[in-house]
């Protein structure tokens, strides 16, 4: 399976996420991709617990010495981690690899890109001038998040949701979103009022009901707790212990 959606990344390499991270859903499978302002793309999959990251470079032959067989990828100002680079496709526009990562070094970098800023790759003398490749990683956490959940239910399109009538998933989903929102509100030092505003409803009555029992959840926790300090980081966490009550 992943190989098939693997397959389906690159060919849809022309239409991924400019400036931000954001998620890809298609039939074959899910994946959150961000580019760069030079034009390069670093993807992330994930399926039954694999997780696959990918680095497309924008640059033609006289730009690079040889197809790099090794690449590290740091954190802000973390530790690099190097690993083997599988090249997975080359042609005029450019290359595209696949890291490969043990599982355990794939976990702990998720887990440090979704408390970063910014994520780096280094190609050694590969790369012209030797310099490392920067990408933004704004938009990680939650377009991370929705992935995960895509995987498990199939889709985050509410509409779909709707259409197929799939009142459980849509109640957790809707639920998971806006218990983030609410409470980065709280964290804002918004008004309860002002934090049930930026909900964004479904549409759906019956769901829409739930959104100022979402806010009062929220501003129930209390300071110190874990949701507080990073709320997007436990999307898929919140949409979990719904669908499991």
């Known amino acids: 399976m992943i190989r098939l959606l693997i397959t389906t990344v690159l060919c849809f390499v022309p239409w991924m996420a400019m400036g931000e991270w954001r998620a890809h859903f298609t039939e074959d499978g899910h994946w ?18 694999e997780v696959q990251m990918l680095l497309v470079l924008a640059v033609s032959g006289d ?5 790099p067989d090794k690449g590290a990828v740091r954190i802000d100002e973390g530790e690099w981690a190097w690993a083997p680079l ?6 005029q526009e450019g290359m595209a690899f696949r890291f490969g990562f043990r599982e355990e070094v794939e976990k702990d970098l998720i887990e440090r890109m979704i408390r970063g800023l910014r994520l780096q ?3 050694g003398a590969h790369l012209s001038g030797g310099e490392s490749l920067s990408f933004s990683l704004i938009g990680f956490t939650n377009a991370w998040n929705d992935m995960l959940i895509a995987n498990r239910i199939g889709t985050v399109d509410i509409g779909e949701l709707v259409e197929q009538n799939r009142v459980r998933e849509l109640v957790c989903y809707a639920m998971a979103d806006w218990s983030v929102t609410a409470l980065r509100a709280r964290i804002r030092s918004s008004s309860r009022e002002e934090a049930l505003r930026a909900l964004r409803p479904t ?3 019956l769901v829409d009901e739930l959104m100022p029992d979402t806010v009062r ?3 129930e926790q209390p300071a110190d707790s874990q949701f507080m300090r ?3 980081a436990h999307k ?3 949409f979990e212990r719904c669908m499991s009550d």
Do not use: K, M, N
């Open 32 to 49: 959150i991709s961000v580019l760069s302002p030079a034009g390069h793309q670093f993807v992330v999959a994930e399926h039954e617990d």
């Open 63 to 67: 730009q690079i010495a040889g197809a």
């Open 86 to 91: 599988l090249l997975l496709r080359r042609s």
């Open 121 to 123: 790759v280094g190609l």
């Open 203 to 205: 549409g759906i009555d």
């Open 217 to 219: 959840w929220a501003w």
């Open 230 to 232: 990073h709320p997007a």
């Open 236 to 238: 898929y966490e919140f």
